[in-house]
């Protein structure tokens, strides 16, 4: 079974940066449309960014412009920069496939303070 672990995440003032990272414990990126997500207390995990086999990316509409998704397939990670940072912001951050999810690691928290 494939794992994942998100690291990078912490405590950060509105208008900061963070970058995360994904480990994936097998060569999954490559063949797999990659996503990062993040679930806020209280609301559903959602996707705020996904890149293609090919390296196509896309955003949600709350994240265009700030984030930016790439991926190391060599190093089997992952990558989410984060700046301009919104209390919004605050979550846990998980990757994971976009189709036919793996079980999902114990995700990154990211707190933004304003």
């Known amino acids: 079974q494939v794992q994942l672990v998100e690291s990078g995440g912490g405590l950060v003032q509105a208008g900061g940066s963070l970058r995360l990272s994904c480990t994936a414990s097998a060569s999954i990126f490559t063949f797999n449309i990659m996503g990062w997500y993040r679930q806020a207390p209280g609301k559903q995990r959602e996707l705020v960014a996904r890149i293609s086999k090919g390296g196509i990316t896309n955003y949600a509409d709350s994240v265009k412009g700030r984030f930016t998704i790439s991926r190391d397939n060599a190093k089997n990670t992952m990558y989410l920069q984060m700046n301009s940072l919104k209390p919004e912001d605050t979550a846990v951050y998980y990757c994971?496939?976009?189709?036919?999810?793996?079980?999902w690691g114990q995700g990154t928290q990211v707190t933004v303070s304003s």
């Open positions: 994971n496939t976009v189709v036919a999810t793996l079980d």
